[in-house]
């Protein structure tokens, strides 16, 4: 298992629930955890993940998501077991859908 | 286009692909489940942890409240998806706590959607004395009169301790997809070799596992469509009227000779298909390919 942390700036987000999961630990699949973090304008995010070495991609596919979302004001935290980055940034957009109440 | 047909066709949802979360969604009535420990405020596996593995949020199983036909129940549904449903440690911990809330404040039922392989190997001891834990309290609840049912129609099925303790229920609800069995078809090839069980060949897995077997055997009292809103349906009919016995030495006494016996009358037979002509079902090669009310209706002609 390794252990990531991000932090990136991004647009605050309007919560509509208190926590908002989406998916599922399961094989080439991940879950993700939203709740309100500390500060309006930083998307926090903490992953597990069952695969090693694909920190660099990882990086990148959160940077994209912060970038294109307003997902500020969130810390998010993944549970993830295998899931492809194509996977990943699905659900984060799910995810947030599901936090801010937008679609799912 | 038709509008009744297409509606059909958008209606239904399998209940063997969905998610424990989508199962609690799509079984209870629409919007009535609380969840106890939900994921933010749940801990993930401890013992995984060590062993540098990923654990969810919810450790696989969510608990909590809801209604269901309109009288209140309680929830458990495992997530077969995480680790094969099985019972950890802290998994185990959350249907404990369920059931024993269950005798405290007499809901109408639990529903117990199963969908788990049995104890968790990596968390050992934990998970055993988890799955142990777990027997005791579904008889403590069902002694205290609160029928537990068990709906079994995942991709992991009920097996090993779960599958104790799912015939520990008052009754079960089962797909044709379901499977209930004690060890699984790999375990038994393991231990016994491919002469005795070939794992490999899923229709044989099926033929002496799944639910159409299990019904045809009387160890689950309904069979429904691989459907949420069918499990759903299946729940609530049996719910109707359940009156759960109290717990008397002369019911477990009647239940172990009748077990005997049918041990006694099924030793021998390899395959389903054995069993069911033993059953009487004149022809048993047609069973696999019937659809649920055309088996229902066989079932309802056999011989007593």
């Known amino acids: 298992m390794e252990k990531l942390e991000f932090r990136f700036p991004a647009q605050p987000a309007t919560p509509a629930a208190g926590a908002a999961l989406c998916g599922v630990v399961g094989s080439g699949n991940l879950e993700i955890l939203i709740r309100p973090g500390d500060e309006a304008d930083t998307c926090v995010v903490s992953v597990k993940t069952s695969a090693r070495g694909f920190g660099r991609i990882w990086e990148a596919v959160i940077a994209e998501f912060a970038a294109r979302h307003a997902a500020g004001g969130t810390r998010i935290a993944i549970n993830d077991m295998g899931a492809t980055p194509a996977v990943v940034s699905l659900r984060l957009g799910q995810a947030l859908g599901e936090y801010t109440g937008g679609v799912q | ?304």
């Open chain 2, 1 to 304: 286009m038709n509008a009744p047909v297409a509606n059909k066709l958008v209606l239904r949802r399998s209940y063997f692909e969905a998610s424990a979360r989508a199962r609690v969604a799509a079984v209870l009535d629409a919007g009535s489940f609380r969840e106890f420990l939900p994921p933010e405020a749940s801990e993930p596996s401890p013992h995984l942890a060590v062993l540098d593995i990923p654990g969810a949020f919810d450790d696989g199983v969510i608990v909590g409240s809801a209604s269901l036909g309109g009288r209140p129940v309680l929830v458990i549904a495992q997530e077969g998806q995480f680790m094969g449903g099985a019972v950890g440690e802290i998994h185990g911990a959350k249907i404990v706590g369920l059931l024993r809330r269950a005798v405290q404040d007499k809901p109408a039922a639990v529903i117990f959607m199963a969908d788990s392989g049995g104890v968790r190997l990596h968390e050992a001891n934990a998970g055993l004395i988890a799955i142990s834990e777990i027997m005791r309290a579904v008889l403590d609840t069902r002694a205290a009169g609160v029928p537990v049912i068990a709906l079994v129609g995942g991709s992991c099925g009920a097996f090993g301790g779960m599958g104790i303790v799912s015939r520990l229920c008052s009754a079960i609800v089962m797909s044709e997809e379901g499977r209930l069995a004690l060890s699984g078809p790999e375990v038994i090839e393991t231990v016994a070799g491919v002469e005795e069980f070939d794992s490999k060949d899923r229709a044989l897995v099926w033929r002496v596992t799944g639910g159409k077997h299990r019904y045809l055997t009387g160890d689950c009292a309904e069979l429904v469509e691989d459907d949420a809103a069918s499990f759903r349906d299946g729940a609530i009919a049996l719910l109707a009227g359940w009156q759960e016995p109290a717990p008397a030495s002369s019911t477990l006494r009647a239940e172990q000779a009748r077990l005997t016996e049918r041990r006694q009358r099924f030793a021998g037979l390899r395959d389903g298909l054995d069993v069911w002509q033993a059953l009487g079902v004149a022809e048993p090669r047609q069973i696999p390919l019937m659809d649920r009310d055309s088996l229902v209706a066989l079932k309802k002609g056999l011989p007593a």
